[in-house]
């Protein structure tokens, strides 16, 4: 199976590709009125993925001598998944196969109406959050075929969101919400990837609550009431109205959800537990049958204590999926063979930045170099100085005069964080190769020939070096900081810190965007990425020389104390637990170090990191160098 070439994650803004995906089972009969909904809309998705699962009422003949106005792609399933299995095999195709940047997802009675699809989009697209960010996803209002909302798919307001939120749904006619439905809602495909897939082994019922709450976890996602399906239900009843079977797996599933996944806060689950535990006493005592349903309750704990089972159990030899993969695919196919291929630098600068550090960094990374890059992209991430500005004019002008290379402006309106600024610049990036450098870090002549060489020949995604800190003035060296080298050893110390220095990373573009790119972490947008690709397979390495002058400026060593640092180091070892990428335990000895670290006297702290630094690994030292860019 040829792996297909993921397209950069900014690339829809002005015309996002989506794809929509139906799950049917023995529907046959509402089938045709989900995909007339479809394909009668006034904005249309670029493709429909069916997923039959294993349906016996003659839907796969159905589905075979299926005349469609759009392009599908029909999978049948030897075994009924349920809803969950189903999604996720059809949320699979939608990344891998039709490399979408939308996934329109939509059980089998759901009937969309003329606009669904098209204030769906407009409302995601028009979004802007904190960081100039899109919504995770935006959920349709559902109504029974009587036009009253259906209680089952009534998406709650997200309980604790800011009025900042509020205000930013707002302006699109929407409300925050935290989880949704598969009862029409469109996710942003960047998210999924980072986040992967839903589980396949809830097989029905609360796989969406599982799967919209870890998108929507630490970003935005909303609520339209101007997207609107029909969800045809024999009766508009909540869940706790004679549920039969599947109340055993709501009771499984919602406990594997509250004691195994990490997509809820502490709160959140205390919040969703009474609720949950209250729906579940009401479902009892409204049946006739409580021993019936007394049976459901007591097996769906039991066998909550067994962790569900992983996508591939699940699915072992029913369909084989691709997405995650992708990084084994990759590696098989991405292997660099040509000597200096084309390759492009990425740099962001804001209003904050030194004009003569900007100049002097695009002088190390442009001209200066022994191996030059073809392409040299710089973000303006919001309005910058007259002197900044002048900066990059020079520098455009003697491109172009001295035939330098390509050199390309991006320019963002507001300041919206380097994760965002990364991104759009990551889509101006024509090559596969991207050589991250600092606004105010002087990079070695000799770095791209030598990181060029060592990529040639292999699969890596990342490669970084050792550094120098050095003075405000970029002259006096101060220290080496020593990276670990081997793509083991970076594996084994990801959980403890961050084992890569982002001044110094040269990476392959493809493999960055398959795992949804950088996202926002204040101060760890680098670190999050290395973990996510690390997690999903791809090569990181270092060298051991160093290749990157990393400016220490004066009060650097103040800003790496105090409680603001800490709650920093806080909101990174979230992100790090909810990701999975380190245990509880993990996560209380790495701010147990870094409370004592923050909190000691100054020129103490400054001993030890002068200290850690000159060490063999990067794995002793106290915190690794980032972006300073705001």
Not at 280 to 307: N, Q, S
Not at 607 to 625: I, N
């Amino acid at each position: 199976m040829t792996s297909p070439k993921i397209q950069s994650e900014m690339a829809h803004e002005a015309s996002p590709r989506v794809v929509a995906v139906v799950v049917t089972y023995n529907r046959q009969e509402l089938l045709p009125v989900t995909l007339k909904g479809i394909a009668s809309g006034d904005q249309l998705p670029a493709a429909v993925v069916i997923i039959n699962n294993a349906s016996t009422d003659g839907t796969a003949e159905y589905l075979e001598n299926l005349e469609y106005s759009l392009p599908v792609d029909i999978v049948n399933l030897s075994k009924n998944l349920g809803g969950a299995g189903g999604f996720t095999v059809g949320i699979d195709r939608a990344l891998v196969r039709h490399q979408a940047d939308l996934i329109w997802v939509m059980d089998d009675d759901t009937e969309p109406t003329e606009s669904t699809l098209s204030e769906a989009v407009k409302a995601w697209s028009n979004y802007r959050g904190a960081h100039g960010e899109h919504p995770a996803f935006v959920a349709s209002k559902v109504e029974w075929t009587d036009g009253r909302d259906h209680p089952m798919n009534t998406m709650r307001t997200k309980f604790g969101a800011s009025a900042a939120e509020f205000s930013r749904a707002r302006v699109v006619g929407a409300r925050p919400i935290r989880s949704a439905s598969f009862v029409s809602v469109m996710m942003d495909a960047t998210v999924m990837r980072r986040e992967g897939l839903p589980i396949a082994d809830f097989f029905i019922w609360n796989d969406d609550f599982e799967y919209t709450t870890r998108l929507a976890h630490g970003r935005d996602a909303i609520a339209t009431s101007q997207s609107v399906v029909i969800h045809h239900t024999k009766s508009a009843g909540n869940t706790d109205f004679n549920p039969g079977p599947r109340f055993y797996n709501d009771v499984r599933n919602k406990l594997w959800l509250f004691c195994r996944r990490r997509t809820l806060t502490p709160l959140e689950k205390f919040l969703y537990g009474g609720s949950t535990l209250r729906l579940w006493i009401t479902t009892v005592l409204r049946t006739d049958d409580k021993k019936t349903y007394l049976t459901y309750l007591a097996r769906g704990i039991k066998d909550a204590l067994v962790p569900f089972r992983s996508n591939d159990e699940v699915l072992q030899g029913i369909y084989e999926l691709e997405f995650p993969r992708f990084a084994q695919q990759w590696r098989e196919q991405n292997i660099q063979q040509e000597e200096n291929p084309p390759f492009s630098v990425l740099m962001s600068t804001y209003a904050q930045d030194n004009p003569l550090y900007l100049d002097q960094a695009i002088a190390s990374n442009l001209r200066d170099q022994t191996v030059r890059p073809h392409q040299f992209v710089v973000v303006a991430d919001g309005p910058l100085t007259p002197e900044l500005n002048a900066i990059l004019e020079k520098w455009e002008s003697l491109a172009v005069s001295e035939k330098l290379t390509d050199f390309t402006i991006v320019r963002q309106p507001e300041n919206s964080g380097l994760a965002s600024a990364l991104n759009l610049g990551l889509q101006a990036c024509k090559f596969e190769l991207v050589a991250r450098a600092d606004s105010d870090d002087i990079s070695l002549p000799e770095r791209f020939e030598e990181q060029l060489e060592a990529m040639t020949g292999t699969n890596l995604a990342v490669l970084g070096s050792a550094l120098y800190e050095v003075d405000a003035s970029g002259q006096k060296e101060l220290a080496v900081r020593k990276a670990t080298c081997t793509s083991l050893e970076i594996a084994r110390v990801l959980p403890q810190r961050n084992p890569i220095f982002h001044p110094t990373v040269m990476f392959r573009k493809s493999a960055v965007l398959s795992v949804g790119s950088y996202e926002e972490v204040p101060g760890a947008e680098d670190y999050w990425l290395w973990a996510r690709l690390n997690q999903a397979g791809y090569g990181l390495k270092n060298l051991p020389q160093p290749l990157v002058k990393y400016r220490t400026e004066v009060g650097a060593y103040t800003k790496r104390g105090g409680v603001q640092a800490l709650k920093q180091d806080i909101q990174v070892q979230k992100r790090l637990y909810r990701g999975h990428v380190v245990s509880a335990p993990r996560v209380a000895q790495n701010l147990l170090v870094r409370s004592a670290y923050r909190f000691i006297p100054l020129s103490l702290r400054q001993k030890l990191f002068r200290r850690f630094f000159t060490e063999s690994s990067v794995a002793s030292t106290p915190e690794q160098p980032q972006s300073k860019e705001k």
